[in-house]
């Protein structure tokens, strides 16, 4: 027995190591949404511990949070609720908690205090793609209500479908997506737009530049003809392409627009021509994007602007990370030698040198600066240069079109003819016109040496010692230009032979990427609260990030590095205030006053006021109008007994005799009953408001109580009319209304002349009327009300007794309370049986007295509260 007792502990111990372990396994587990298909790599997928930490105050959790800076406004009552924060909440300096999850890790930041928040005053910021690498750019914002989406690239390491953004793992559907801003035509940036709004359910608005527009069309439509995958996995059609750009709407540097209640506009990136860096404002908070830019002026394009309202969000590049660029003079000096050493080698079958770019952007700057290095070189006129892009005319001629976007050194060259017509470069539309014999300088796309011209004569030129390769640009982790930046002994070709790499290879950045000293000098000029870096490898990104966090320590800047599909939230409550004007501001506004009126807020948040009805068409483009409703019950009772009923409910009630004979009852000035014996029916007419909706329904419900069972009405109105139970047979065709006492204001006189006659609703002299009539036994109204609430607490509590005075007790169980009819107050020991009397009470007091429709309302706003 005890060593079968030791075995099942033991068996039971193993079995809860067994579970731990399994726990913990599952928790490494990856997405079941990952594509089997798609080669990323699995550390964008790894879990990681939740972790809790205090940033924006460099103080830990429990230290004290600097002083918040409010804006002193007069604050509304916004549908119940006041609310509380600062306009531009993202200023504020406060305590901050960051929660990294797992998987989709969210980072929360709380901004300012005041009301519990809602997602719509949640900044989510998530990268589809460009979180912690490089390629496939594709930012998601959502705030207020409004998505948008920055950029939609692809990732040029991997082909077709598994180069998308993460779009199988947006937090919204595509149809949501108000917003689709393009800052580039670079295919990193732009080439799965077609994808994107042509194969899914997006149905918003795209933006991009006048000249971003030209040329992406242009570039698209190469990239369909140029990829190298079959077409059963071609990503989208040239049809696709056309309706892509027939969609696409332009935007100029700082031209304001409005959009889906986005306000946003774009400022010169300087990356390429066209790039632009978009502000984007929602409910006061102002978002930067910058996509790809440059703070360093070139020989053709100018250096990125400043913005001169600053973001509350920066959302950066992060390329090179700490690197800082050589300066551009010696750059150029390095670069010309290189080339002018390869092309002359004394190697006959040597001396060709490959320098492969993209078809627009960093090719333009090379051709300029080779160009003018020729002209100055007599002895290098007999060796040619080639510019080999089946686009190459025609994106010239689109740089031609907008040489007014350029700096000044183009303006003024243009003066004296056009910069962009070279004297020693021809254009090369495919090797078929390439004659390869002696030296020569190639400038072929694509720039990264996946496939088309670039690669082709890669693989023929690179077993020759003397020829040589110079990579000009930024090289994407996964492509053959990054691979033999390393110098291996030999490259796979793409037919799958093993070719040695026996030519130079050379880098020497051109790239119109900023660098560490570009960047840090732009976020000098905005000190933005929060930096979200992006388009850059991790451990890159890593290293700016303690490099910005070291450098802005004492300005409260916190700085998030997101990876793909992982969310940073920014919580932003911003104080509601709104300008009072019109009618309403003629009285001055004090703190705690409540403001009665309409309030009125632009699509893009950036105007908010309070009005009077009644001046909505004097300061907003709004007008008023007045729904009269109209319902139609049929009807073939006693319409004086119907009056009768109407009367035991409401307050105030008018019998109007009309020219026709028939008479209309008016209930509260508001609705209007009007019967028509000859059609068998009561038309109902009211101005539709919610307290008029709910008499309304509450007559129509009369009507018909009226019509099916009218005997009932009758016991229940017996005491207001001289008929004994016994006339009022159902086939009487008139009861006789009430006549009405003199009454003692004008409000409940009867009128001769105008045929109205106002019946108040007073217990007391009905029961007067009923007494005197001698059809009925006199009872007290005071001993009639006690009876009925007895009977009434009877059925709601089982055991209520009437007994002396006007006490009534209620036992419930061993429970005993005791109500005093004339006060209604409740005496119990036991506070949820009281409190359930209490509401019963009110209840009944409703159900059997008649009461004004306000005084009902507060009954019943009362009994919900308790």
Known sequence: VLLFSCSLVLLFSCSLVLSFSVSKLTRLTFPSCLRKTDPRPRSQYDESIIQTMDVGTGKDSDGDSPPQKTSSSATCRESGASHSGAVNAGRLAAQHRVVLGAKRKAVRVAVGGGDAPTEEDMLTITPLGAGNEVGRSCILLQFKGKTIMLDCGVHPAYPGIGGLPFFDEMPVDPSDIDLLLVSHFHLDHAAALPYFTQTTSFKGRV????????ILKMLLSDYVKVSNISVDQLLYTKEHVDATMEMSEQIDYHQERVACGVRFWCYNAGHVLGAAMFMIEIAGVKILYTGDFSREEDRHLMAAEIPKSKPDVLIVESTYGVQVHEPRAQREARFTSLVQRIVTSKDPKGGRCLIPVFALGRAQELLLILDEFWRSNPRLHGIPIYYASSLAKKCMSVYRTYINMMNENIRQALTLGNPFDFAHISNLKSLDEFSDVGPCVVMASPGLLQSGISRELFERWCSNRNNGV?????????????????EPPSITALNGRELPLSMQVNYISFSAHSDYAGTSS????????????????GNVMTRLKLALLDRYKDHNINVFTPKNTNSVRLLFRAKKAAKVVGELAVDSLRDGKLISGVFVQKGDYSQSMVVAPSDLSTYTQLTTSVVTQEQTAHFEGNFSLLHHAVASMYERVQLRKRDDGDATLVVHDQVSMAYCKDKSQVVLSWESTPVNDMMADSLVSLILQTQSNPAAIRVECGHLHSHDDDEMEEGDDEVSPVKAEPAEDA????????????????????????????????????????????????????????VEGDRIVIRVDELEATVHALTEEVECEDDQLRSSVQNALVMA???????SVEEALDQCSDTAAM
């Open 470 to 486: 110079v990579i000009p640009g930024y090289c994407v982790e996964g492509t053959l230009a990054k691979t033999i930046m390393n």
């Open 207 to 214: 933006f991009m530049t006048y000249p971003t527009k030209a």
């Open 747 to 802: 409000s409940t006189a009867h009128s001769a002349e105008s045929g109205e006659m106002s019946v108040p609703i007073k217990q007391e002299e009905r029961a007067t009327k009923a007494t005197s009539t001698g059809g009925a036994t006199a009872v007290s109204p005071h001993e009639e009300r006690l009876c009925t609430l007895t009977k009434l607490l009877a059925a709601q509590f089982g055991d209520a007794k009437r």
């Open 522 to 537: 732009f976020i000098d000029m905005l000190l933005p609260p929060y930096i979200i870096l992006v388009h850059g490898d």
């Open 845 to 851: 007091k409703i159900a059997l007295f008649p009461l």
